[in-house]
C-alpha cells in the first residue's frame, strides 16, 4: 500500500552510534570538573571543621597562659590536646609522621624547599611534639621553633590521602607569642639556598599564595585566604572556588 510507514521504525545504528558518540565526548568533558568541584567542596567542609575545632581548642589560651612563646611549649601542646580530645568524643590517637618532600605547593608542583616550621616532619629539627588524628582523619600537629614560636599544622584528609599540597588539605596556624591567641602564617622562616646570604642559615620570606606562582613554597600562607574565603588570585571568586 502506498504512504505506508512502518509504526515500528526507529534509529539506525549509525543514527545510535553518533548519539553515543556525542553523550561520551560531553561525559568526558563535565565528569573532571564535577568531580573536581566536589574534591574542593569536600576540602573547604573539612577545612572549615578543622578551624572550628582549633579556634574553640585555643579560645581560652590568653585567659590559661597570657603569653605563649616556645619556653611553655609542652604545657601548650597538652592543653590544646586535651582540648582537641573533649571537642572530638571518639577514638583519637596519636602518630609519629614524617612525609618531608612529598609536600606540593598551592599550584600542586612539587616542592623545592623545606618549610620551617614545618610540624609534620618530625626530622626536620623543628622541636616537633606530638600528632593528633581525628576519628575522621583530621590531623593536627603542634610544633615549636625557638625563633618563631609555637606552631600547629593541619591535614585536614589525613596524610595518607593526597594531594598533600599547601593551601588544598595542608594549613598552617600559628599561636602569637604576646597574647596566646590563634592566627595563622603569613611570612615564613625557610631554609637559604647556596646562592642565599642569611643569618644562621635561614631567612623570612613572604608568604605566597597565588597559582601562577613557582616559588618552592607556594601555599604555606594560603590559610588566611581560606579563612576569608577569598580566592588570592581573583577577587570576584570563593577561595575554595579558584583552588588549582
Not at 611553655?72 to 583519637?92: R, T
Request: charged residues 20%.
Amino acid at each position: 500500500m502506498r504512504g505506508y510507514k512502518n509504526q515500528y521504525a526507529g534509529f539506525t545504528l549509525a543514527e545510535v552510534l553518533i548519539t553515543l558518540g556525542i553523550i561520551g565526548v560531553v561525559a568526558a568533558m563535565t565528569i573532571p570538573t564535577l568531580i573536581s568541584k566536589y574534591r574542593h567542596k569536600e576540602y573547604e567542609t573539612r577545612f572549615k571543621k578543622a578551624n572550628s575545632m582549633l579556634a574553640q581548642a585555643t579560645s581560652d589560651l590568653p585567659i590559661e597562659y597570657g603569653s605563649c612563646d616556645a619556653s611553655n611549649a609542652q604545657s601548650l601542646n597538652d592543653y590544646i590536646f586535651g582540648k582537641l580530645k573533649s571537642v572530638n568524643s571518639g577514638s583519637l590517637r596519636s602518630n609519629d609522621i614524617s612525609y618531608k618532600d612529598k609536600f606540593k605547593t598551592y599550584s600542586l608542583q612539587n616542592t623545592t624547599s623545606v618549610i620551617h616550621p614545618n610540624c609534620f616532619d618530625s626530622s626536620a629539627n623543628q622541636g616537633a611534639y606530638n600528632y593528633i588524628v581525628t576519628p575522621d582523619g583530621i590531623t593536627f600537629s603542634f610544633c615549636t621553633n625557638n625563633s618563631v614560636g609555637n606552631s600547629i599544622s593541619v591535614d585536614i584528609n589525613g596524610v595518607n590521602k593526597g594531594p598533600n599540597a599547601f593551601g588544598h588539605d595542608l594549613f598552617f596556624f600559628r599561636i602569637l607569642p604576646d597574647d596566646c591567641k590563634l592566627s595563622y602564617w603569613q611570612s615564613q622562616w625557610r631554609d637559604c639556598t647556596d646562592d642565599e646570604k642569611c643569618d644562621e642559615y635561614f631567612q623570612w620570606t613572604d608568604g605566597v599564595c597565588s597559582k601562577s606562582s613557582k616559588a618552592g613554597d607556594n601555599g604555606f600562607a594560603c590559610t588566611s585566604y581560606a579563612i576569608a574565603n577569598k580566592c588570592p588570585d581573583d577577587d570576584g571568586k570563593g577561595y575554595w572556588d579558584c583552588l588549582p
